[in-house]
């Protein structure tokens, strides 16, 4: 038994010692033939340097926009009597552009200026009453405070009459009349657009890789 177990140790010492072998000499055969193999050899191209002009421009399309631009529209009820611009027409801030008919509110305004500068001659009577102690202070301070309220009202009827004239609120080019003379106008409706042409800005857009 003993003679057995000898001989089936050696044999397999004999094989695993056969398999590490052909292991190592392969392993050293693979080493050997990389450290040998030849370094392939690397390709170098040349060509000689030439000047080029390269475009520092991009292609894009856009539209001009004004910095400044309204639709001009009517603020008061009424019939228009003249009209002061053609389409297309520059103007300058300021400059009138349109009138509507104010006749009642110009009679008002006149009433009420009048009911104004009487006031006034009234408190300088009754200042002068006043000094010579026929009247009481407050008889005085009430024709002062009737007569600011008499330039109050005529002041507030000068406004609306202002309203019924349209004005340049700044300087532009106009576009296109949307009115005629004898046409009734409620408050808003459109007249014509004014466009601030300096400054102005130009609108458009590029990929964004640029």
């Keep these: 038994m003993t003679k057995r177990m000898l001989i089936m140790l050696l044999l397999c010492g004999v094989v695993f010692g056969g398999v590490f072998g052909m292991k190592w000499f392969g392993n050293s055969m693979m080493n050997e033939f990389i450290d040998n193999m030849p ?3 690397v390709s170098v191209s040349s060509s000689e340097v030439e000047a080029q002009q390269w475009a520092s421009t991009l292609n894009a399309v856009g539209s001009l926009v004004a910095v400044r631009g309204a639709d001009l529209t009517a603020e008061m009820d009424g019939t228009v009597t003249s009209i002061d611009f053609e389409s297309g027409q520059t103007v300058s801030e300021g400059d009138q552009l349109l009138s509507l008919e104010s006749v009642a509110e110009r009679s008002e305004l006149a009433r009420l200026k009048a009911q104004a500068k009487l006031a006034e001659i009234e408190v300088e009577r009754r200042a002068a009453l ?6 009481s202070k407050s008889e005085y301070d009430t024709a002062i405070a009737e007569t ?3 330039k109050a009202a005529a002041d507030a009827q000068q406004g609306r009459v202002n309203l019924k004239t349209l004005r340049a609120p700044f300087a532009g080019e106009l576009g296109i009349r949307r009115v005629s003379v004898g046409q009734y106008l409620r408050a808003g409706d459109a007249i ?4 601030a042409l300096d400054p102005i800005e130009l609108d458009f857009s590029l990929p964004e890789k640029q």
Aim: hydrophobic share 45%; glycine share 6%.
């Design 130 to 135: 006043f000094k010579r102690g026929t009247i």
């Design 148 to 150: 600011e309220v008499a």
């Design 39 to 41: 370094t392939p050899a």
């Design 192 to 195: 014509v657009t004014l466009q």
